[in-house]
T-cell receptor
């Protein structure tokens, strides 16, 4: 089973608040990813990182930002949450193989 | 750009029957194809994968086939059980060394008892 952890599991927050979704992995993987998952199931890559101090935008434009100061940690931040940010956010990591996923954070912005 | 098409989007089968999910990828240089199962409230979990130099791989009731010429790959689940009910995703890895994975749109499988 993958050792990748996301907190919180659920978050309900008001419009305009700043939030950070946490993601940590204990496998020493160099690559980490953030996906946004629609209610209709699709997975959209919004950010990825190939190592410390490396971050790239994914295929789906997102107002969120990420940082990779430590190998094991890849937090995602929204400076000002809006209802359109309501979604499931999945973090993943990999080395040379397929990504291993965390259980996600379900974000609701009211 | 690169994309992966997945069909069907929903699939209902009777317990004990087989289920087949099909994917088509656009980048002929893609070289690795994992399949994931996502249960309610959890992240996707790898269930089987196949590399481009192999045509078929089997693991108990699950098998995956790859047709490189047609750029098709499929997941086959035999003797389905209620616990197979979940959302299944196919994916293709782009070959550029960036380890980017393109996911299909998902198939919601329901196994009816």
């Amino acid at each position: 089973e993958a050792d990748i952890y996301q907190t919180p599991r659920y978050l309900v927050i008001g419009t305009g608040k700043k939030i950070t979704l946490e993601c940590s992995q204990t496998m020493g993987h160099d690559k980490m990813y953030w996906y946004q998952q629609d209610p209709g199931m699709e997975l959209h890559l919004i950010h990825y990182s190939y190592g410390v101090n490396s971050t790239e935008k994914g295929d789906l434009s997102s107002e969120s930002t990420v940082s990779r100061i430590r190998t094991e940690h890849f937090p995602l931040t929204l400076e000002s949450a809006r209802p359109s940010h309501t979604s499931q956010y999945l973090c993943a990591s990999s080395s040379s193989g397929q990504p291993s996923f965390g259980n996600g954070t379900r974000l609701t912005v009211t | 750009g690169e994309n992966v098409e997945q069909h069907p989007s929903t699939l209902s089968v009777q317990e004990g029957d087989s289920a087949v999910i099909k994917c088509t990828y656009s980048d002929s240089a893609s070289n690795y194809f994992p399949w994931y199962k996502q249960e309610l409230g959890k992240g996707p979990q790898l269930i089987i994968d196949i590399r481009s130099n192999v045509g078929e791989k089997k693991d108990q009731r699950i098998a995956v086939t790859l047709n490189k010429t047609a750029k098709h790959f499929s997941l086959h689940i035999t003797e389905t059980q209620p616990e197979d009910s979940a959302v299944y995703f196919c994916a293709a890895r782009t070959p550029s060394g960036t380890y980017k994975y393109i996911f299909g749109t998902g198939t919601r499988l329901k196994v009816l008892a």
